[in-house]
């Protein structure tokens, strides 16, 4: 599939909007409600898109929330996904809470390699702060269980706020020099109405210009083809990677290859546009493979050259908060 001249390869698919986490970037600061239940997509819903997304050139999947490791039954859907053949790449984001050692194994033993962890402190009465939870030691604990039981690369996630996490980027960082981690630092997005204030954006410039004061020059990291949107760098002589994710201050919008699938059963285009196609209902209703095909193929002439959010923002045009799209 294209969009543009982008080939389309790469279908996020969030199984649910639903968290044991609140993280104060992610979740909206005003009371919200949950999806009813028979209004999410069941599992053999998500497999039969998915099969037809792969027919249409999907190859590589992520599953995504909310929280997956929340949903019921989890593990037997990602077993019947991980069967479908086309499938060449199934990775997971987790904020890793309730993945222990024994659950690594068994995605391990699904086959799959690829984890990304969400972490945005070393403190865990920080941790709490901003997660609303007090799981700190489990989290670090399912990342390092997940390296030693050779999941590759470990990726973690952080997004960096003024006043909340910014004494850490060095420290988040200096993870790097003896792990093989990823250490990805997001810009934050101003998604829903969170507690965030626009004061705590920091652009990755700042981040950066951090970790060089402390390291030394970034080394930059050689891309391959099949790289998502982080810009890679290393400190000199590490082990791991530093990425960098922009959607704020550079964005990467004409190398997006993805389609994302929300738990509601709409196909969304983009992250940061509001324009969803549902899929859920005309499967609901009967629709054939090929007339979900289409909606498939139809939804991909509205992704957009760019995502625009900052206009959006401009106008007060709020974005659909993260837990209700997946990230
Ligand atoms: N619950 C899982 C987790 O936390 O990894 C998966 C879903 S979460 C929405 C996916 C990623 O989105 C996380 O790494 C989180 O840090 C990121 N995220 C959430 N809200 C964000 C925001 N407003 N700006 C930037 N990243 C955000
Ligand atoms: Fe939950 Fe992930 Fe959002 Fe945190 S970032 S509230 S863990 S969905």
Do not use: W
């Amino acid at each position: 599939m294209i969009a543009g001249n982008r080939p389309i390869n790469y279908l996020r698919i969030s199984v649910t909007d639903r968290c044991n986490f609140k993280c104060l970037y992610c979740v909206p600061s005003t009371p919200f409600s949950v999806i009813e239940h028979d209004k999410i997509a069941r599992y053999e819903e998500i497999l039969r898109i998915t099969r037809l997304a792969c027919e249409l050139g999907i190859t590589k999947v992520r599953i995504t929330g909310g929280e997956p490791f929340v949903r019921k039954d989890i593990f037997s859907f990602l077993e019947r996904l991980c069967a479908i053949e086309s499938l060449k790449d199934i990775s997971i984001t987790t904020n890793g809470s309730l993945l222990t050692r024994e659950k690594i194994k068994k995605l391990i033993a699904l086959g799959i390699k690829r984890l990304n962890f969400s972490l945005d402190t070393l403190d865990p009465v920080k941790f709490a702060r901003i997660t609303g939870r007090d799981r700190f030691q489990q989290v670090r604990d399912a990342i390092f269980s997940a390296h030693d039981l050779g999941i590759s690369p470990v990726k973690i996630n952080t997004v960096i706020l003024r006043g909340i996490n910014d004494d850490e980027i060095e420290d988040l960082t200096a993870l790097t020099i003896n792990h093989p981690f990823h250490i990805r630092f997001i810009e934050y997005m101003p998604m829903g109405d969170s507690a965030v204030e626009k004061q705590q954006q920091i652009l990755t410039r700042e981040v950066q210009d951090k970790i060089e004061s402390r390291f030394g020059k970034l080394v930059p990291f050689k891309r391959n083809a099949n790289d998502g949107p982080a810009k890679k760098y290393q400190i000199e002589n590490a082990r791991g990677i530093v990425g960098f994710i922009t959607p704020i201050s550079s964005h990467f919008c004409s190398e997006c290859n993805r389609l994302r699938l929300t738990s509601r059963g709409t196909l969304r285009p983009c992250l940061l546009n509001n324009y969803e196609e549902d899929i859920l209902n005309p499967l609901r209703n009967g629709a054939s493979d090929d007339e979900l095909k289409q909606i498939i193929i139809n939804t991909l002439t509205k992704k957009p050259s760019f995502h625009g959010l900052t206009d959006q923002v401009k106008k007060g045009i709020p974005i659909s908060h993260m837990t209700s799209i997946g990230g």
